[in-house]
């Protein structure tokens, strides 16, 4: 009997004919898209406030069942307890091995959109002082929903190469920065497990679809918000000798404050120190009282932020002292301790892992090691302060590298994250998402 031997790619042939081909992370995200841009367009075009999502959380607990798993909803504890949270936990289980928790958020922003999509949104909704606002998907959360819902959908359909526990984590109120901290202050890791890694992933206003970004160590800052309330002795704009005015005040202290960053930190240790927010007066001949001032402060390393806020009081009663301000007047300054959101630390030993991975996956030049930011995000608190749990949070291409070019030729800023005309765009940012997130979960809890 005579024996042939069919070549190589014939053998493969035969069985991707047969069905025996295995399935990649690439091969179900194209066929999921169809439906995921669905999915997209329409958490787009209904955005939620955060603290609000009741619309949007039911969309993925449901996604997350038919997914496969097992799905706990409202979810969470917030400070507040007139707020009711609307975190989704989805556990899928495939026997003994690592337990890695993946993230998502899901809250909108008080903008108008003005991108001019045909599915733009045009929804309203009354902010927490009660005032209507228009409410827009500004910083790309509905892209990473989808993106979350996608990596489900895939891990679900490749079990065969994985195994342990996946935690899937839909967090309310990141906008905020309280949603995080709402869930485990809710018990979520002594509910659903503690996991030995945690994964998140941000869209990037301008880094262009296809690729990724990732920072090793500190890659989002911490974030403080300070009020400053100025104290002076007020009286008539023509007579200012006989009063202390608290506006030059404010101004000298704003100054001032900037000598912080200067004069007293080290320059390789970045700060920023921004007034986003001063009031006082009611009329243009009348000195007040007082002036109210809104600060937001941004460091990465804790004992720096300790000396930061030391310094914004410490400067802004020895500006008072110097004004003659008596000391039942000095200024008050506080730090709102439920706005904090703590620095983003990417684990560097992990950070690296994955990074080898991508670049496998996704090829060498579509994954790029970027800069650190001092934007904030409460993905920190899944790692715990004592960063016990590694965690990587990376960045996800969303623009069009012709129009990078575009605005780049003309000398012009990219819209930017919460602006009002950012949109992503959304099918190869989406897909993008769900293969560089699934590739690093199948690294974490390959069999």
């Known amino acids: ?261 200067s004069r007293e930190n080290n320059p390789l240790d970045p700060i920023v120190v921004t007034v986003g927010s001063i009031h006082g007066g009611t009329k243009h001949n009348i000195i007040p009282d007082e002036v109210k001032m809104q600060l937001t402060v941004r460091t990465y390393k804790a004992d720096t932020r300790a000396r930061v806020l030391a310094a914004i009081e410490q400067i802004a009663k020895g500006c008072a002292i110097a004004a003659g301000i008596p000391p039942e007047r000095a200024p008050i300054v506080s730090v709102s301790k439920d706005q904090f959101t703590p620095a983003t630390y990417n684990n560097p030993d992990l950070t690296k892992r994955l990074v080898a991975v991508w670049r496998k996956s996704l090829g060498d030049d579509n994954v790029e090691i970027v800069d650190a930011t001092m934007g904030g995000e409460d993905f920190s608190e899944y790692s715990l302060p004592d960063h016990s749990v590694p965690a990587v949070d990376f960045h996800v291409g969303a623009v069009d590298p012709a129009k990078i070019a575009e605005f780049k030729q003309a000398g012009k800023e990219l819209p930017t994250l919460h602006s009002s005309k950012f949109a992503p765009v959304p099918e190869p940012t989406i897909r993008t998402g769900i293969v560089a997130m699934t590739m690093a979960v199948l690294e974490l809890m390959k069999k």
């Open 1 to 261: 009997m005579k024996i042939v031997l069919l070549p190589a790619v014939c053998w493969w042939s035969l069985f991707a004919v047969s069905g025996f081909a295995q399935a990649t992370p690439q091969s179900i995200a194209d066929a999921e898209l169809p439906s995921l841009l669905t999915i997209y367009k329409d958490i787009h075009s209904h955005p939620e406030l955060s603290t609000q999502e009741q619309r949007t959380a039911p969309i993925i607990a449901k996604e997350l069942r038919a997914a496969g798993c097992e799905v706990t909803e409202d979810f969470g504890k917030y400070d507040n307890p007139n707020l009711r949270s609307y975190g989704v936990i989805g556990i899928m289980k495939n026997g003994d091995g690592p337990k890695v928790l993946v993230r998502t958020d899901m809250d909108a922003l008080p903008v108008q959109e003005e991108t001019g999509l045909p599915y733009a949104s045009k929804a309203v909704a009354k902010n927490d002082e009660g005032k209507e606002v228009r409410v827009m998907h500004a910083c790309g959360h509905d892209a990473h929903i989808s993106m979350f819902i996608g990596v489900a959908r895939t891990l679900a359909k490749i079990k065969d190469q994985w195994h342990g526990t996946i935690i899937f984590v839909a967090q309310p109120a990141e906008e905020l920065g309280t949603g995080a901290r709402a869930l485990l202050n809710a018990g979520l890791y002594p509910k659903f497990g503690k996991p030995d890694f945690a994964l998140g992933f941000h869209d990037k206003a301008d880094l262009q679809t296809g690729h990724i970004g990732v920072t090793e160590g500190y890659t989002y800052a911490n974030v403080d918000s300070v009020d400053v309330i100025v104290r002076g002795v007020g009286g008539h704009g023509a007579y200012p000798h006989k009063t202390k005015d608290p506006i030059v005040l404010a101004a000298e202290m704003i100054n001032a404050w900037q000598t912080i960053a």
